[in-house]
Nanobody, 114 residues
Framework: QVQLVESGGGLVQPGGSLRLSCAAS???????MGWYRRTPGKPRELVAD???????NYADSVKGRFTISRDNSKNTVYLQMNNLKPEDTAVYYC?????????WGQGTQVTVSS
């Protein structure tokens, strides 16, 4: 069982930045980790993921603006979000892939508005 807790969301103006954190209850050394987001009435979408070996992948809509990273010694995954746009507004969820299972945090709200 993996518990994930997101933090760092909030209200920011377009063009601003936020850094999201995802703290895991135990070691994430062997896990592929990711950030997803969801808006009402729309399906959940992958924002970025980072494999256990460090390889990263990003949605086209956030390439060049977002950076996913991990600190295995702290059991934490980060999402640095720069040049935020209103369309980035969503609840952001941390994900851990453990064997055939997916574990999710409670989500953190990001609102981009002027």
């Amino acid at each position: 069982q993996v518990q994930l807790v997101e933090s760092g969301g909030g209200l920011v103006q377009p063009g601003g930045s936020l850094r999201l954190s995802c703290a895991a209850s135990g070691s994430i050394f062997h896990y592929n980790m990711g950030w997803y987001r969801r808006t009402p009435g729309k399906p959940r979408e992958l924002v970025a993921d980072i494999r256990s070996g460090g390889r990263t992948n990003y949605a086209d809509s956030v390439k060049g603006r977002f950076t996913i990273s991990r600190d295995n010694s702290k059991n934490t995954v980060y999402l640095q979000m720069n040049n935020l746009k209103p369309e980035d507004t969503a609840v952001y969820y941390c994900n851990a892939k453990v064997s055939i299972l997916d574990y999710w945090g409670q989500g953190t709200q990001v609102t981009v508005s002027s």
